[in-house]
């Protein structure tokens, strides 16, 4: 949802690395996991890093859902800082060998209030979708 005076950016993601631990299996297979994720955005009004949090559940059919929490150090329409990002999605096609998934999305909340620096007073939503060949940021963004 685009907010009033708010400016939309896009931005590839890159999946620098990925580490995803089990914590509980149950006699069906269906697995929660946590894991921590580093991400790198690229694009032309938005670039950084970003460390990620993560929850995982994930059934034996490869299909699962997540949360995260983003820590991301960048710049945004040419303002640098940190801010952090909820993110809750879905993924399928998940190989249990590697990890890798066929596609994913997800949506984004900026948390109100995590801006810094010249990046205090971020707000906005967007989305993230992975067609397993590279993913994507569509981001809706302003400053109070």
């Known amino acids: 949802m685009t907010h009033h005076g708010a400016t939309r950016t896009t931005s590839t993601l890159e999946f620098v690395s990925q580490e995803f631990h089990p914590y509980h299996t149950d006699e069906h297979g269906f697995e ?23 929850l995982l559940a ?13 820590h991301i150090e960048g710049t945004i329409g040419g303002r640098s800082g940190t801010f952090v990002v909820q ?18 999305g997800a ?3 900026i948390i109100p209030g995590s801006g810094t620096d010249a990046l ?16 994507e940021i ?3 963004y302003r400053f109070e």
């Open 138 to 140: 569509t981001m809706d």
């Open 58 to 70: 994930l059934g034996k059919n490869g299909s699962g859902n997540f949360g995260n929490l983003i």
């Open 32 to 54: 929660l996991k946590h894991g921590q994720v580093t991400e790198k955005y690229t694009g032309p009004d938005f670039t950084g890093t970003g460390t990620v949090r993560s």
């Open 107 to 109: 949506t984004w909340l």
């Open 87 to 104: 993110g809750r999605g879905w993924l399928e096609g998940v190989d249990p060998t590697t990890g890798a998934w066929s596609s994913a």
């Open 120 to 135: 205090t007073g971020l707000r906005g939503e967007g989305e993230m979708s992975d067609n397993g060949h590279g993913a």
